[in-house]
């Protein structure tokens, strides 16, 4: 029975205190959240992107020469990690990594002190990967610097989502970097797999809607629950996955996070039954569609190796537009979003 | 002793069914008389505060704070505590035990109460159940009544067990105190720190259901009525969910000496006031969905609450500007419950004042059996609320008599001032 139900009959209209308007970002240059970017912006730093990736890079060296920015990593990481370094690195900032296994965090300093440190050492701009959901915003709210959330918990990985969507635009409608609502309409993306767990999955269902996308959910209760579908608008649920792969343009792959399941048990042979992409599958029912995963992969679980190596996999493309779309987040976090003109 | 008079302002005592314009004489801590307003004149020695234009009524009970001595000193003490509580027109103040040591014996009860403590109000312990609130071994309730401990209850380590809960009640019933359960099925909120709903999926927390809550209170209701006692008297703290509130309303029905109370936060806020996660929307029980805080309000409106009391969680600032889920759960409310409940619950949701004063002062203290207090009735305790109902005002977390500063309230329009709070007799505060 839902709340609703069991309440006792509601006599008159209520009018409750209304939710205070959100501050956040309170740097312009942050990127905490994909709901954080108008569609403009989006297409902004697609364009950015393009242009950055293709720049000499002695010219593109220029950028943000000698600029500081702090990587500030409480988990382990390969793609984001080093495709944040390089893209910060390219545009000529200066870059430093601070991880939790080799820093004061060590020893207690909280995120607030760290933060704060790091900005008195001079840092302009914080990337922050973070296992817990909403480190961003703390982070963000106490230091007042632009912060890239670079993964938070289960909550978001924006950047992920961007070049997700630089992925898909390639490949779906080569040729074109402005996006508007429709700009995906009738393109389907199915993600498959622990969504309960997944900060991509979060990101790329508050995101691809707003393009037009269907976004349909797939994986078994304990990593999808019914709730899923009110994150957003656009969103559905289809638990079988051979019926969804039938329906989708693209489909995202997730890896189960065995770090987050929290004491939960998964029988995992029943679970690659049901939810491993395997060759077969993708033939019978998404021949044409397009194979994704953020990585890491786990071969032989989530997907089958011939999948990840396949015709259909587009999952080092992906690591290959994390770079330039990093590069266009770290030039919007340092040169501010009005300050475009000139490097066009 | 010295004699107050309080004259002509408009008192409000529910409990004595009196409404209207009041002279009254305090005297040696109690109250001495009662006359028309204008009627009763200062006699040598008796100090006299002129209440034209104000509303005297009985001081307001919070049955549900955490002072946090002994042992976390850092995050609030008796005296700021009661200091806060003076502030907000508290007169009287029931102490949760789990400090540190958690108060599970007739010495710390008595330690509370020491003068040494500083209390600016009246405090009343609430005693924990179990030994160190692990639910495990019942403590000696009899001992911790003549100690003062006006109440037992495990609270936020609520009683799982069967066996334990129903000889806590048994026991309880047999020296005459009330079972206070903080209702939470812990096995079901493991990890958790927020609401279970499409807000924790969408900011990547783990949820509570309300399950958790409402399951042990119709597990605590089915352990009363198996015990067939008239005399057992559950009560359920911050009560925050809507299957919560019709388990309290059908025991009721039923004829059980089932009580409840609710905190401003569940009546006002829901789950989307946790924004990005904000830390001081962080208690628990947690921000709820808008059906269960619409279902607070009702239960307000038609009677079936019987107290509103804050929960008041001190934290220390540095506790709080941590992740969300690792921010420890509690805010404060001493210093902001009336004025919210008269912005919202009388204001808006037009509850009689009388109703409203009732919540927080006659019916917490019947439901404690606090003898003396929740009326100004000739011969009760001297403690007085005077306050302006007319006047809004904002408050300022920075401006508080607490430690501390974890209240989602700040900057929050307040309806009515506290002009005087007089605990038995004495001025504890007075607004500038």
Known sequence: MTAAAIAAPVRRQLHPPPVAPSPFPYNKGSLLSVQDLTLDAVSHLLARASALENMDPLVRDRILLKRRVALLFYESSTRTRTSFELAAKGLGADTTLISNLSSSIEKGETLKDTGLTLRALGAEAIILRHNSSGAAWLLEETTRLPVLNAGDGMHEHPTQALLDLRTVLAHMRPGIEAVAQDTLAGVTVTIVGDILHSRVARSNMLLLPRLGARVLLCGPPQFLPELATGAGPGISIERDFDVALQQSQVVMMLRIQAERLAGQQIDLEQYKASYQLTGQRLASHAPAALVMHPGPIIRGLELTAGVADGSQSVILEQVTNGVAIRMAVVERALMGTSTKAGHA | ?432
């Open chain 2, 1 to 432: 002793m010295t004699a107050l008079l309080l004259r002509n302002g408009h008192l409000i005592d529910p409990a004595a069914g009196v409404d209207g314009p009041r002279d009254i004489l305090l005297k040696d801590g109690k109250v001495a008389e009662i006359g028309p307003a204008g009627k009763l004149k200062p006699t040598n020695g008796t100090e006299s505060l002129d209440a034209t234009g104000l509303t005297v009524a009985p001081g307001l009970i919070d049955i549900h704070v955490h002072l946090r001595e002994p042992g976390q000193g850092y995050k609030e003490t008796i005296a700021t505590g009661t200091a806060a509580a003076a502030a907000g027109g508290f007169t009287a103040v029931a102490a949760m035990p789990n400090t540190a040591p958690v108060n599970d014996s007739a010495e710390i009860t008595r330690w509370m109460l020491a003068p040494e403590r500083g209390a600016h109000v009246r405090v009343y312990p609430i005693a924990a159940a179990t030994r160190g609130s692990k639910g495990e071994s019942i403590n000696d309730f009899a001992a911790l009544k003549s100690a003062g401990a006006v109440a037992v209850t495990d609270d936020g380590h609520p009683i799982l067990k069967d066996s334990v809960m129903r000889e806590t009640l048994a026991a309880a019933t047999r020296v005459g105190l009330s079972v206070i359960q903080h209702a939470e099925d812990t096995r079901m909120t493991q990890g958790a720190s927020m609401n279970a709903g499409p807000t924790a999926f969408k900011l990547g927390l783990r949820g509570m259901p309300p399950e958790a809550e409402s399951s042990l209170v119709e597990r605590d209701i089915r352990l009363v009525t198996e015990l067939r006692d008239a005399r057992t008297h559950l009560h359920v703290a911050h009560t925050s969910t809507a299957a919560a509130m019709k388990a309290v309303r059908t025991a009721r029905r039923n004829g059980l000496r089932v009580t409840c109370e609710v905190a401003p936060h569940h009546f006002l806020l829901t789950e989307e006031h946790v924004g990005f996660y904000n830390t001081n929307a962080k208690m628990n029980p947690p921000l709820r969905s808008a059906a269960d805080r619409d279902a607070m309000i009702e239960g307000i409106l038609d009677g079936i609450v019987d107290a509103i009391a804050t929960d008041h969680a001190p934290h220390a600032t540095h506790e709080k500007e941590v992740e969300f889920e690792n921010a420890p759960n509690g805010i404060t409310g001493l210093e902001t419950a009336l004025g919210l409940c008269l912005r919202w619950l009388h204001k808006e949701w037009k509850l009689p004042l009388g109703r409203v004063l009732s919540l927080l002062s006659a019916q917490p203290a019947a439901l404690l059996g606090l003898k003396g207090r929740g009326t100004l009735a000739v011969g009760s305790f001297a403690d007085v609320v005077v306050f302006d109902p007319k006047v809004e005002w904002i408050y300022r977390a920075k401006e508080t008599r607490s430690k501390a500063h974890n209240t989602p309230f700040d900057g929050w329009t307040m309806q009515g001032k506290v002009r005087w709070t007089i605990s038995e007799g004495r001025v504890a505060y007075a607004s500038a």
